[in-house]
């Protein structure tokens, strides 16, 4: 199996992945197929749902459909490819193909990050200042934080970009991933890449950790609000709502911390593709169903369609 892939390196990156243990190929495969056809039917229906019923077209479930939306493109830009590699003997990828996938990975997965931190801010303004929510949450406004968000994640996606592409590289092109990540194309260069290292680290801490802490902050906040109600029905309504929230928020954000801080060595670049493959295939096909599950009003939209139809 290596001969072929370090045969077939020239003009491609091979994307070494799970080949370590190629006795679980075959497993990964139909787990990550089944994980990945959930993810597109799951977010598909929340973001139609939220279209056709009318109910729905409030910001509270504008920003969970713009999540269906990019956790679709998130997964698309990297199962596929890894779908490929695990089917068949060839673990390539062209070098074209790893810089697109390079640059959608990361602008997908920084937008996800601040777009959770504007869900947190919508969650925090309609518990606890419900008088001016509408006001406040103004549609104009929402596609504005929504746009923000795109832009933020695709502009730091285009920096690690420039940062990593030019740095020049040793003669092969193996990658110990399952798809084109800044760390590990940086490890196969024959530089110093300590400046690229502390950009990834100073940019993974303005949209990691900080977002993480600005979501923190508004639960926080949500808590006080909460402890204050006396309304069995609005705390029922609040739980309903924040708590598929941070479900959701910690499904994505645990993974990405335990492999962005922590230290690099051997055994935690393995782990780390496992860690990197639950967020990346588990977590975009749990959330249409913790939203589903958890929400009256998508169950409710889901009765009225069943009815209409």
Not at 259 to 283: H, M, N, R
Request: neutral net charge.
């Amino acid at each position: 199996m290596m001969e072929k892939i370090n045969a077939s390196s020239e003009g491609y990156f091979v994307l070494l992945g799970f080949s370590k243990w190629p006795h679980l190929e075959v497993v990964l495969f139909v787990v990550i197929l089944i994980f990945y056809l959930m993810t597109l039917i799951g977010n598909l229906f929340i973001i139609i749902l939220s279209y056709l019923d009318s109910h729905l077209h409030t910001p509270m479930y504008f920003f969970p459909s713009n999540l269906s939306f990019l956790d679709l493109c998130y997964t698309t830009s990297s199962i596929p490819q890894l779908l490929v590699n695990l089917w068949g003997p060839e673990k390539t990828i062209s070098d074209a193909g790893c810089m697109i996938q390079l640059y959608f990975v990361l602008a997908l997965g920084t937008t996800e990050c601040v777009l959770l931190v504007v869900m947190s801010y919508d969650r925090y303004v309609a518990v606890c200042r419900p008088l001016h929510y509408t006001v406040l949450m103004h549609p104009r406004f929402c596609h504005l934080l929504a746009v923000a968000s795109w832009v933020s994640g695709f502009t730091n996606s285009a920096l690690h970009f420039s940062f990593t592409f030019f740095v020049p590289l040793c003669g092969h092109h193996q990658v110990d991933h399952f798809s084109c990540e800044v760390p590990a194309l940086l490890r196969l260069s024959c530089v110093d890449t300590h400046a690229n290292e502390l950009t990834l680290m100073v940019m993974s801490s303005i949209f990691v950790l900080i977002p993480l802490i600005l979501i923190l902050s508004s639960y926080g906040a949500i808590s006080q609000a909460v402890l204050r109600m006396q309304s069995t029905t609005g705390l029922q309504k609040v739980f309903g709502t924040c708590g598929a929230h941070l479900m959701v928020v910690a499904l994505f954000f645990i993974p990405v911390m335990c492999i962005y801080l922590q230290p690099p060595s051997g055994d935690s670049q393995d782990q780390g593709k496992f860690i990197a493959l639950f967020y990346t295939v588990v977590t975009p096909s749990l959330n249409p169903l913790i939203y589903t599950l958890r929400n009256k009003d998508i169950r409710g939209a889901v009765k009225r369609l069943m009815e209409w139809e």
